[in-house]
């Protein structure tokens, strides 16, 4: 549906922030896992028609964004990374302000339009109140709401949990699920859970480039029996990391838990069920070698 | 319509903040002030009424220059608003015309500051009906003797003042810059007229083209006598006219790309609105 071929952005400081990105993206709802940096924003923001590229080409069904980008913006809905919104304004007239500038003009169906988001979104009861004095979790609910107005078909949210708590989390996740099947929503994060508990597709971005790309429980099969598991003191981890191919490392009641990848099953290490996160942070962890060997 | 929507909702925003009180309250006690003290008067001789035609004149064309200060903050902030805020990517992602949005913008903008231009009026009226007024120095006034004055030179220059703003803004991207500007723009127009207005060879270039139609209303009422300033309407012809025509035509000209009816506001502002998106996407960082 969304098509996407050698996409790739220099900014005027020389930092290539996409490089030759391919990717061809279905319906429903697709995963772009990245570390901070990785160029998620920019992808985000150049699908959006809000900055060109310097090279490439995007197809959405049958509208090339890049010639025709008001034709995009009337079957989008986009929700940017850190987003202000206007002092003394309530979600209700914000949210009919946006569906004004979505081009629903008749009072009475923008009425409807946004009745139903301030509900679906829970909003209905703070309808009345300043959007600036909102939660995170309610001004993220806003920013979904405002960009479900006018039924677009390609949604992308950027970020959109980043600094919410677990419950208000588990309930943006929630209301990104209902969205629907029908359209392609492209969400953009950090957090592996996001993805994996949402996402039938997903690609891993780093530095620019597509590292990975396919549905998680087949990259998750592509580790599977070579994922190792030790816990160590945290003395030890600068030789683990010197003898192993170490993909991440957390701290578990003051000792290192760490995660190695390898073909056969190492010296004092157990077998473990990798997930997503072991792919991911595998796919990274392959990413950053050539470059530190490239430092060194 | 879309405009008119548009134009609502700034309304109603800038009804809500509290500069647009403020700004009304100090305007109103402005008016007030003159009205209701003897010992305060602008530009008019002791024997004429505290609400002559000639003295709201006066005073609605002199205080329109204080009042730019104000109409930059509706106009500017119209226009700097989304990038300061922060909610500018959600707006520019909607399929919204830029022509129409700004028209829009610019619209309740004026409206907004028309509006607050009210006050003056309003607080001549209710200062010269206080009982302390001496009633030797209160005309009878009446709804026409304000509303004349403020439809040929109050609106008129509001237009002018809130065109000239928005561009500004929409220039410099930055309330700061647009304040600098203004204060530049009342010294230089203090400077020019000081000085040019003391030779009577300008006086009826002054008159014609000076923009507060100061100089127009100095050149129509200068052998007017304290009985005529405190009956007669300001005749709405002459070089009056022709510098209220010109006020409304002398603006920046362009081509709004499509071609919103704007009453007269400066249609290279949209203009100057896109290339200043254009400009975004250079200084856009990585995030």
Same mark, same amino acid.
């Given at each position: 549906?969304?098509?996407?071929?050698?996409?790739? @952005?220099?900014?005027?400081?020389?930092?290539?922030?996409?490089?030759?990105?391919?990717?061809? #993206?279905?319906?429903?709802?697709?995963?772009?896992?990245?570390?901070?940096?990785?160029?998620?924003?920019?992808?985000?923001?150049? #699908?959006?028609?809000?900055?060109?590229?310097?090279?490439?080409?995007?197809?959405?069904?049958?509208?090339?964004?890049?010639?025709?980008?008001?034709?995009?913006?009337?079957?989008?809905?986009?929700?940017?990374?850190?987003?202000?919104?206007?002092?003394?304004?309530?979600?209700?007239?914000?949210?009919? @302000?946006?569906?004004?500038?979505?081009?629903?003009?008749?009072?009475?169906?923008?009425?409807?339009?946004?009745?139903?988001?301030?509900?679906?979104?829970?909003?209905?009861?703070?309808?009345?109140?300043?959007?600036?004095?909102?939660?995170?979790?309610?001004?993220?609910?806003?920013?979904?709401?405002?960009?479900?107005?006018?039924?677009?078909?390609?949604?992308?949210?950027?970020?959109?949990?980043?600094?919410?708590?677990?419950?208000?989390?588990? *309930?943006?996740?929630?209301?990104?699920?209902?969205?629907?099947?029908?359209?392609?929503?492209?969400?953009?994060?950090? #957090?592996?859970?996001?993805?994996?508990?949402?996402?039938? %597709?997903?690609?891993?971005?780093?530095?620019? *480039?597509?590292?990975?790309?396919?549905?998680?429980?087949?990259?998750?099969?592509?580790?599977?029996? *070579?994922?190792?598991?030790?816990?160590?003191? @945290?003395?030890?981890?600068?030789?683990?990391?010197?003898?192993?191919?170490?993909?991440?490392? %957390?701290?578990?009641?003051?000792?290192?838990?760490?995660?190695?990848?390898?073909?056969?099953?190492?010296?004092?290490?157990?077998?473990?069920?990798?997930?997503?996160?072991?792919?991911?942070?595998?796919?990274?962890?392959?990413? *950053?070698?050539?470059?530190?060997?490239?430092?060194a | 319509m879309l405009t008119a929507s548009i134009a609502t909702f700034e309304i109603r925003y800038q009804l809500k903040n509290p500069v647009f009180w403020v700004a009304v309250a100090i305007f109103f006690l402005i008016g007030f002030g003159v009205a209701a003290s003897n010992n305060v008067s602008i530009g008019t001789p002791g024997s004429v009424h505290e609400n002559s035609p000639f003295a709201i004149t006066i005073a609605l064309a002199l205080l329109g220059l204080f009042y730019l200060f104000v109409i930059t903050s509706f106009v500017a902030n119209a226009v700097v608003r989304d990038d300061v805020t922060g909610f500018g990517p959600m707006i520019r992602a909607t399929p919204v015309g830029r022509s129409q949005f700004l028209a829009g913008r610019f619209l309740g903008g004026l409206v907004i500051a028309i509006l607050g231009y009210m006050a003056v009026p309003l607080g001549i009226a209710l200062g010269s009906a206080m009982p302390w007024v001496d009633p030797e120095t209160v005309g009878p006034g009446g709804f026409a003797t304000y509303a004349w004055p403020f439809l040929v030179i109050a609106i008129p220059n509001l237009i002018l003042s809130s065109a000239l703003l928005f561009s500004l803004a929409t220039i410099t991207r930055s309330m700061l810059a647009s304040y600098i500007g203004v204060l530049i723009l009342v010294m230089g127009y203090l400077t020019v007229s000081a000085v040019l207005g003391n030779e009577p060879a300008y006086q009826d270039a002054l008159a014609r083209f000076e923009p507060m139609a100061l100089g127009a209303i100095g050149e129509i009422s200068r052998y007017w006598t304290a009985a005529e300033m405190n009956t007669r309407a300001i005749p709405f012809e002459g070089n009056l006219l022709i510098n209220r025509l010109l006020v409304q035509a002398g603006k920046p000209r362009g081509q709004g790309r499509g071609g919103a009816a704007t009453g007269s506001d400066s249609a290279c502002a949209p203009q100057l609105w896109h290339r200043s998106f254009a400009g975004e996407f250079l200084d856009a960082v990585e995030d």
């Open positions: 549906m969304l098509e996407l071929s050698g996409v790739s @952005h220099v900014y005027p400081n020389g930092t290539r922030a996409l490089d030759d990105v391919t990717l061809s #993206i279905p319906k429903g709802m697709f995963g772009l896992l990245g570390p901070n940096g990785a160029g998620k924003s920019t992808l985000m923001r150049t #699908i959006a028609c809000l900055q060109a590229p310097t090279a490439g080409a995007i197809r959405f069904g049958e509208i090339d964004v890049l010639a025709q980008p008001d034709a995009l913006r009337r079957t989008l809905g986009y929700l940017p990374q850190d987003f202000g919104v206007y002092p003394r304004v309530s979600a209700y007239q914000m949210l009919d @302000h946006m569906a004004v500038l979505k081009g629903i003009h008749d009072a009475r169906d923008r009425r409807g339009v946004v009745e139903n988001l301030l509900n679906q979104t829970n909003l209905w009861a703070v309808r009345g109140k300043a959007i600036a004095g909102f939660s995170g979790g309610m001004r993220q609910r806003f920013g979904i709401a405002q960009a479900l107005i006018g039924d677009p078909e390609l949604i992308i949210v950027d970020e959109p949990t980043a600094g919410l708590d677990p419950e208000e989390r588990n *309930r943006f996740l929630n209301l990104l699920a209902g969205i629907g099947e029908n359209v392609v929503v492209i969400l953009s994060t950090h #957090i592996v859970d996001d993805v994996a508990d949402l996402c039938p %597709r997903m690609a891993v971005l780093a530095e620019g *480039r597509v590292q990975l790309e396919g549905p998680p429980r087949d990259l998750i099969g592509s580790i599977a029996g *070579r994922v190792w598991q030790r816990t160590i003191a @945290h003395q030890q981890l600068p030789d683990m990391q010197a003898a192993h191919e170490v993909i991440s490392h %957390r701290f578990f009641a003051g000792d290192i838990v760490v995660h190695v990848l390898s073909d056969s099953q190492p010296e004092g290490f157990a077998p473990v069920t990798g997930g997503l996160e072991d792919v991911y942070f595998a796919t990274l962890a392959q990413t *950053r070698r050539p470059a530190a060997a490239a430092a | -």
